[in-house]
């Protein structure tokens, strides 16, 4: 086992990652902060403004009708176009050059699955010895019994190599010190949870030797029978992979690395690297390696499937991290993707609306509610239906989300899935739940950034996951297609 030093590849201190004994800690302080300044501060506005001017809120219906329906318009495009696969290039896949697997983990969280990953990886992927490394660079804040077993593994078999970047505290800093070691001509990033299929590298190779820089595959939900929060998780991956990115890329030819079961051309990534700075270290690395000229592409049939977590609290911590990560992205790099000239028209549409349209919607869209509180007191009736325009906007905006419901679950049936009928129907019902407990996070992260509260804080792995009940391979085929 080597050790090195994130600071051979790292610039800057790098971001503490931290795991508080209460994970909703500040959390719900936050939460009525917000509630305050995106309630109470805009209709007390609204009242003084509307009281002097009658037709203000009236107005304002419209212009709050208007968001819902063009990031509606923008939701629909995308099912329509992920109806249709992206064209793949007619690449022979029997023959890849050397592939390296690089498994980022924190070791105090996830000492508990770190070996299962590593056995799946070495017994799984569909590669000749010859061509095929597994590199598990991690962290930990003092030495573990797991490391001693991570030792005779690497031991046993010459395909592992196992990294302790021992000044490291983050994902990053982890990933930038397994570059310094790689010997692959194409990356593979991985979280400790993610379980590949065995082709993952093959379908990579398709892309990359055709002339794409990063390609990102479709992560899935291997734990989602655990509860309701892991099946609601699992049909919302549904939506983001098979959906949404797969229709952004048949519309822009164009993608994202999501941070994980991202397959990266070595040169690209050792040139961008990741920045551990960035609590989105994926998709910083994304817009910095777009505007340098990479092409991204998302293959929904190169499938990982991983563990969601199974508590809210878990679940609030990593979305809020998320999603703030996604704001300092878009402060810091929206106006450059704007400005790139290796951006067609497209492309600069998909990331505007990504980047600023995504900071801005959930700000403007629950503007709906201190205006109606607003219109109460002042004695207004607004009526939602009371225009064909608004009534057009009121249709969309309810016939959206079971619409990409409903080509999320015709996509997943088309992959092979069977049996999830029931996970829709459930996510059906608490959608409307689902998406204001995220539009709320959102708010809470844009908050927090405010008040300049940016500490990572790794979403908890408390307990080990229960054994599988089948082998790695045969769970994951039933997300392939």
């Keep these: 086992m080597r050790q090195v030093s994130s600071r051979r590849s790292d610039a800057g201190k790098p971001r503490k990652r931290s795991a508080p004994s209460n994970p909703l800690a500040g959390f719900w302080r936050s939460f009525a902060m917000v509630s305050i300044l995106a309630t109470a501060v805009p209709m007390t506005v609204y009242i003084l403004i509307a009281r002097s001017h009658p037709g203000f809120l009236p107005g304002l219906l419209y212009v709050?009708?208007?968001?819902?329906?063009?990031?509606?318009?923008?939701?629909?495009?995308?099912?329509?176009?992920?109806?249709?696969?992206?064209?793949?290039?007619p690449v022979d896949l029997s023959d890849p050059p050397m592939c390296s697997a690089i498994i980022a983990a924190y070791l105090p969280n996830e000492q508990h699955i770190i070996e299962q990953t590593i056995d799946h990886m070495l017994k799984t992927i569909d590669l000749p010895a010859?061509?095929?490394?597994?590199?598990?660079?991690?962290?930990?804040?003092?030495?573990?019994?797991?490391?001693?077993?991570?030792?005779?593994?690497?031991?046993?078999?010459?395909?592992?190599?196992?990294?302790?970047?021992?000044?490291?505290?983050?994902?990053?800093a982890n990933v930038n010190a397994a570059l310094t070691v790689a010997r692959g001509e194409i990356l593979g990033i991985y979280d400790a949870d993610h379980w590949p299929a065995a082709d993952c590298f093959r379908r990579a190779w398709r892309w990359i030797s055709s002339g794409y820089d990063v390609v990102q595959g479709r992560c899935a939900i291997r734990n989602h029978?655990?509860?309701?929060?892991?099946?609601?998780?699992?049909?919302?991956?549904?939506?983001?992979?098979?959906?949404?990115?797969?229709?952004?890329?048949?519309?822009?030819?164009?993608?994202?690395?999501?941070?994980?079961?991202?397959?990266?051309?070595?040169?690209?990534?050792?040139?961008?690297?990741?920045?551990?700075?960035m609590l989105t270290e994926d998709i910083d690395s994304t817009v910095r390696a777009i505007q340098r000229g990479a092409k991204f592409i998302h293959d929904r049939d190169i499938v990982s499937v991983e563990l969601a977590p199974t508590r809210l609290s878990h679940w609030l911590i990593q979305r809020k991290r998320w999603s703030q990560g996604w704001l300092e992205v878009t402060l810091k790099h929206h106006r450059g993707m704007m400005a790139s000239p290796h951006l067609t028209i497209h492309q600069k549409i998909l990331w505007f609306y990504l980047l600023p349209w995504r900071e801005w919607f959930p700000v403007l869209s629950t503007q709906f509610f201190p205006m109606l509180f607003a219109s109460w007191i002042v004695g207004q009736h607004l009526h939602w239906f009371a225009t064909p325009y608004l009534r057009a906007a009121a249709t969309l905006n309810l016939l959206c989300s079971l619409f990409v419901l409903?080509?999320?679950?015709?996509?997943?049936?088309?992959?092979?899935?069977?049996?999830?009928?029931?996970?829709?129907?459930?996510?059906?019902?608490?959608?409307?739940?689902?998406?204001?407990?995220?539009?709320?996070?959102?708010?809470v992260a844009q908050y927090c950034h405010l008040i300049r509260d940016r500490e990572w804080v790794t979403t908890p792995r408390e307990d080990p996951p229960p054994a599988p009940t089948a082998a790695p391979a045969d769970r994951i085929s039933s997300f392939s297609s």
């Design 225 to 277: 029978d655990e509860n309701v929060l892991t099946r609601s998780i699992a049909v919302e991956f549904d939506i983001m992979y098979s959906v949404s990115h797969q229709g952004r890329s048949r519309i822009s030819r164009s993608g994202i690395f999501g941070g994980s079961n991202g397959y990266w051309r070595a040169e690209t990534l050792r040139s961008v690297q990741l920045d551990p700075q």
């Design 64 to 89: 709050t009708a208007t968001v819902y329906g063009i990031t509606n318009v923008m939701v629909m495009w995308e099912a329509v176009s992920a109806l249709r696969a992206v064209p793949k290039p």
């Design 130 to 172: 010859d061509r095929f490394e597994v590199i598990l660079a991690y962290n930990r804040p003092k030495e573990l019994p797991v490391e001693d077993r991570l030792r005779e593994l690497a031991a046993r078999d010459p395909r592992l190599k196992v990294l302790c970047v021992v000044d490291s505290r983050s994902k990053a």
């Design 406 to 443: 409903l080509i999320a679950f015709v996509t997943a049936t088309r992959l092979g899935r069977k049996g999830h009928a029931p996970w829709y129907i459930v996510h059906g019902v608490f959608g409307l739940v689902y998406s204001t407990l995220k539009t709320t996070v959102t708010l």
